[in-house]
């Protein structure tokens, strides 16, 4: 009698079967597939959101600059139409004013790193933005280091310098409109496009400005 009756006890007592044990496995890879997909999705997400971050910075620094020039300087004067500049392409033109004529670039190309890999330290960032050396006409790149104690530097060169692993290359773009939305006022926007890295990234901003 106590052997028939200890027969139920020891069946209710056994372990996971095989086929439990693999759909435990499965239902556990597929948690653990989604959380990496999600953390991947996570990291993607901030990159993106970095370089936005940097892209809208480039865009606010050159609208101010062109802010600065008044309506008949070769910088940001329309003479030919309605219009100068471009955001599909890169455009050089020669602008004539009272006399003067000046090549104008409507793009450049901005390098941002840190300093580490140089001779700026750590915790310093470096700007190379190309452009035209007033007095020759000549291709330049002007480096601008800010360094951790607060202290700025600028150096003109003819080239720019090495990247480094964390340098981010953009290609900045403006055009000029007259008398839009209405007449009076100039209306300029700034494209930028980040150029050396596999995640695309771009960012456009305006601004309108009366005639100065």
């Known amino acids: 009698m106590a052997t028939s009756q200890s027969l139920p006890k020891a069946r209710r007592q056994r372990g996971f079967s095989l086929l439990e044990s693999v759909l435990a496995i499965v239902v556990l890879t597929v948690g653990l597939l989604g959380a990496a997909a999600l953390m991947a999705q996570m990291a993607g997400t901030t990159v993106q959101s970095r370089y936005m971050s940097t892209e809208s910075l480039l865009a606010s620094e050159k609208l101010d600059d062109l802010n600065r020039y008044l309506n008949s300087d070769p910088q940001i004067a329309v003479t030919k139409g309605v219009t100068a500049g471009s955001l599909a392409g890169d455009v050089t033109d020669n602008v004539t004013v009272n006399g003067l004529t000046e090549t104008v670039k409507y ?9 580490s890999g140089n001779s700026a330290g750590a915790g310093a960032m470096e700007e190379t933005v190309s452009g035209i050396d007033p007095v020759t006409g000549n291709q330049q790149w002007i480096t601008t280091v800010h360094k951790a104690d607060g202290t ?3 150096v003109a ?8 692993s964390d340098t981010l290359v953009f290609k900045r773009r403006w055009f000029i409109e007259k008398d839009v939305p209405v007449a009076g006022v100039y209306r300029i926007t700034v494209l930028i496009s980040l150029q050396n890295t596999v ?3 771009t960012f456009q901003s305006s601004m309108v400005r009366q005639g100065l």
């Open 157 to 164: 060169a003819p080239n720019p310098p090495a990247t480094a």
């Open 152 to 154: 700025v530097t600028s």
């Open 199 to 201: 995640q695309p990234a």
């Open 107 to 115: 793009f450049d190309d901005v390098q941002i790193s840190s300093g």
